[in-house]
């Protein structure tokens, strides 16, 4: 039986890091921030009642599954980027793939520090509020 999981586990492993072109800093970096945001956006929902997505501001399933979906779909593109990276004999795709959604997260988790009541320089306020605007 140990066996046998141990066969499935590295299978599987083995697949995804095939599909994902492999874990690097890139990945790694993204996996993380995608973490940190849907628990400091389910924090915000679920402690301070202040969310964004909902007109009461606590804590819902249909958005925080929604959420995962998104990300999800993430995961999806960057698998994609992988196979574009291969197509075309490049190494930068996926990067850049990854590089774009990590930032798009960083700025979703400071707007959920902002929503939690934790302070954040005046200058960084407002450029998030200039990036929310586009």
């Known amino acids: 039986m140990k066996q046998w999981l141990c066969t499935a586990v590295g299978v599987i492993g083995g697949a995804a890091a095939w599909a994902f072109g492999g874990w690097d800093a890139a990945l790694a970096a993204l996996t993380i921030c995608m973490s940190v945001d849907y628990i400091s956006g389910s924090i915000v929902a679920l402690v301070f009642h202040n969310s964004s997505k909902t007109a009461s501001g606590a804590y819902n399933s249909a958005y925080g599954l929604k959420g995962l979906s998104k990300k999800c779909l993430m995961l999806l593109f960057v698998m994609v980027a992988v196979q574009m990276d291969k197509l075309t004999g490049s190494a930068y795709i996926r990067d850049a793939v990854c590089i774009g959604f990590c930032s798009n997260e960083v700025l979703s988790i400071i707007e959920n520090l902002g929503l939690a009541?934790?302070?954040?320089?005046?200058?960084?306020?407002?450029?998030?509020?200039?990036?929310?605007?586009?």
């Open 117 to 134: 009541g934790i302070p954040m320089p005046q200058a960084m306020a407002r450029a998030l509020e200039q990036l929310q605007k586009k």
